[in-house]
């Protein structure tokens, strides 16, 4: 089972950027896929989940309405669209994957099986 997160990069605030899950091993169908960053001496904070059984979509408080979690089950990759970044915004952000069809704690990292590599964010002027 691999998880393989990517875009992330270099980006000024009010920018946006679009990260990438790609799953391999495994179907979108029956796995819910969440998002974590982590920021230097904080801790990992789940942000977002989109569950196996209809994709339905949660969101932190702190991101909601800029980001925005889809997947597409063809390519067996997740995404997270983040708009309107903020300085805060600046962490490395992880996919995961568990075993559930529903999203329910999903901010929880014990709660998930397998992580990707993590991808670096930076908004920075």
């Known amino acids: 089972v691999q998880l393989q997160a990517s875009g992330g990069g270099l980006v000024q605030p009010g920018g946006s950027l679009r990260l990438s899950c790609e799953v391999s091993?495994?179907?979108?169908?029956?796995?819910?896929i969440g998002w974590f960053r982590q920021a230097p001496g904080k801790e990992r904070e789940g942000i977002s989940c989109i569950s196996a059984n209809d994709g339905s979509t949660y969101y932190a408080d702190s991101v909601k309405g800029r980001f925005t979690v889809s997947r597409d089950n063809v390519k067996n990759t997740v995404y997270l669209q983040i708009n309107s970044l903020k300085p805060e915004d600046t962490a490395v952000y992880y996919c995961?994957?568990?075993?559930?069809?529903?999203?329910?704690?999903?901010?929880?990292?014990?709660?998930?099986?397998?992580w990707g590599q993590g991808t670096q964010v930076t908004v920075s002027s």
């Open positions: 091993a495994f179907s979108l169908d029956y796995y819910s």
């Open positions: 995961a994957s568990r075993p559930d069809s529903y999203c329910t704690g999903y901010g929880f990292p014990s709660t998930y099986d397998y």
